[in-house]
């Protein structure tokens, strides 16, 4: 298995289109090298301002899509 280091350097926008939400972003990939005392995974590193930003957008776009169902299939409501 390939493993990364991606480091967000600026969210440029948020968007949900047919049940996928897209990340606009730049961002630096790096290829990470294996270590026997790490298990095999990626990581994606961000600034707290852009997680903020990040989480608020998502809210945002799930909010939208929440909209669009039927309210007897939201979640959360009877």
Do not use: N, W
């Not at 939400?21 to 294996?34: A, G, K, N, Y």
């Amino acid at each position: 298995m390939k493993t990364y280091d991606i480091d967000v350097q600026r969210l440029k926008s948020v968007k949900h289109d047919k049940g996928l939400i897209e990340l606009s972003t730049d961002v630096l990939v790096l290829p990470r090298p294996v270590r026997d005392d790490h298990p095999a995974s990626s990581c994606l590193r961000l600034p707290v301002e852009h997680a903020r930003t990040l989480v608020i957008l998502l809210k945002q776009q799930l909010a939208e899509l929440d909209k669009l169902q039927p309210r007897s299939r939201r979640t959360g409501r009877a």
